[in-house]
Each structure stands twice: as structure tokens, then as C-alpha cells.
């Protein structure tokens, strides 16, 4: 969930109470839980993820509301799937966004064909972007979920909000959730009003299973009150990188984003060639 949204999806979610750690150390006292390899007391499978994702190279599938994904990071490339390998149709593989080359693709379908569109980085602040293809969207998109950002909070394509503090390493406890018990270490990210007095915090749960990383939860805590914002499952997380996975299987017709041009009025993008295929053609 992006930051951007985090205050708004508070005011809606329901509230419930948990206890919170005894001898909680506020956000500017403890270091970022992204500074070093490991706190005391921190699960030993922290320093793995946050390892791992410094890398570079990782490939990590996750859930987010029953929702499927996959974030894959080579080379400085990044790519967004949609569904799990092998599913069937419905919940197949399916290509969302990607970053490579100096270049931002998004994809969706029409009448079930999957395109894409093409935009240079240079280019993605541009005030005449057609504002229906949310370009903004696509970096938050292709960025490491915010709950797993408290392991590698120099995230190159997101930005914390201005409002946060960095995520700290707080302690560790048992925590249940869905009738099943995990040791989880706790984070905490304050939030500052514009006069810097202190608003709250979010509170970062990352519970382990087996030594591995299975799920992040996040809280809002206002006092003593706990809101539950969203649970992030960690079905896999390597450096295994699928073959050839940054370019698609069949050729997918890309079109340069839509910037105000004679193109745009009459709803006919300009084509660039293709992705995919074997072969990436697209310039």
C-alpha cells in the first residue's frame, strides 16, 4: 500500500487493541533497522532479507488482500507481475509494469491482447503526460512493498513519505495472527505533523516462520490504540531470477505514453514495435 495512502485508509479502518512493547524507544534513538546487518535480539532471518535485498537481484512473490504478486530486480531492471507461475488463466503470470533501459513500461490488455506503453525516465515528471495513465503510479508500482521497506529503506523507486520517520527496530514477540503463532520483531515509523509534534506511529510486524520471513503487518498506533492497515504474506523470496523473465515469451505492441500530441486527440498511440518475442524491439 503506498504511503501516500496510509492516513486516509486509517480513517476508515476499524480499530482494535494491542498491547504495545514495554520499553518502546521513540523512532530517533534507535537505528535504522536498514543501518546495520542485525539488532540484538532480531531474528537471524532479518539479516538474510535485508541482504538480499540490498543485492539488487531478488525475486520476492507476495500476497496483499489475497492478491498474488511478483517483484523481480536484476541489473538495475525491475519488473511487476501479476498471478503465480503455472496458475491457471485467470490467475496466471501477467505482466503489469517494468523499468529497463532508462525506460518505464506499463501493460494492460484490450479485448484480452496484452500491450504496453513506453515512457522514458527522463520524461516522467512532464506536465503534458496524459494524467489517465497515472505514469506517477508506475515507480510506487514497481517499488518494494512498503512493509518490506523496513528491511532496505533506500528503495530507489519510492519515496517515504515526508511525514515519516525511517523504520527502527523496537523488540521482538509472539504474535498470532489467523490462529497461527509467529516470533515477530516490531518497527516503528513515527509520524511528524508540519509543526514536528508527534502524530502517532505505524507499527511494522515482521513474523517469522521456520527461520523465514511469512508475513509483515502494519499498524497505525495512536495511543493505546492499535489500527490494522494491511497483511502482506511472503509466499517466496530469492535471488533466483526466472529465465528471461524482463521480456515476455510472445511480442507484446508497445506505444509511446500519450503527451498531448495529435496522436492522443485522435485515441491512436504511436507505435514503437514490440517487447517480447525472444527478441526486445522497442525503442
Not at 533501459?101 to 516522467?124: C, H, T, V
Not at 512493498?145 to 514477540?173: C, H, K, N, W
Not at 516490531?186 to 520471513?213: E, N, V, W
Request: aromatic share 8%.
Amino acid at each position: 500500500m503506498r504511503a501516500r495512502k496510509i492516513l486516509a485508509l486509517a480513517g476508515c479502518a476499524a480499530l482494535l487493541t494491542i498491547p504495545l512493547a514495554a520499553g518502546t524507544a521513540a523512532a530517533e534513538d534507535v537505528p535504522s533497522a536498514a543501518s546495520a546487518s542485525a539488532q540484538p535480539g532480531e531474528q537471524a532471518g532479518a539479516a538474510e532479507v535485508r541482504a538480499l535485498l540490498a543485492s539488487g537481484t531478488f525475486c520476492v512473490a507476495y500476497t496483499r488482500d489475497d492478491e498474488p504478486f511478483r517483484l523481480i530486480a536484476q541489473d538495475g531492471k525491475r519488473l511487476l507481475q501479476t498471478g503465480r507461475e503455472g496458475g491457471k488463466k485467470a490467475n496466471a503470470i501477467q505482466y503489469k509494469a517494468l523499468y529497463m533501459d532508462g525506460n518505464y513500461y506499463q501493460f494492460d490488455s484490450d479485448n484480452g491482447k496484452l500491450y504496453a506503453r513506453i515512457l522514458p525516465e527522463r520524461a516522467l515528471t512532464s506536465p503534458v503526460l496524459n494524467p489517465e495513465e497515472n505514469w506517477q503510479d508506475v515507480p510506487d508500482d514497481l517499488a518494494l512493498p512498503e512493509e518490506l521497506r523496513i528491511f532496505f529503506a533506500d528503495e530507489m523507486f519510492a519515496q517515504r513519505a515526508p511525514s515519516l520517520t525511517a523504520p527502527v527496530y523496537e523488540g521482538s514477540t509472539d504474535v498470532t495472527v489467523a490462529d497461527k503463532t509467529y516470533r515477530g520483531d516490531l518497527y516503528r515509523s513515527a509520524i511528524r505533523t508540519q509543526a514536528g509534534t508527534d502524530a502517532g506511529f505505524l507499527r511494522y510486524t515482521a513474523a517469522y516462520s521456520g527461520g523465514k520471513l511469512a508475513l509483515v503487518q502494519k499498524h497505525l498506533v495512536k495511543g493505546d490504540q492499535a489500527t490494522l492497515l494491511e497483511t502482506v504474506r511472503i509466499e517466496s523470496l530469492s535471488n533466483q531470477i526466472p529465465v528471461d523473465v524482463f521480456t515476455p515469451k510472445t511480442a507484446v505492441p508497445v506505444y509511446k505514453a500519450g503527451m498531448g500530441g495529435m496522436n492522443d486527440l485522435l485515441g491512436a498511440p504511436e507505435s514503437v514495435g514490440t517487447i517480447g518475442g525472444g527478441k526486445a524491439d522497442a525503442k
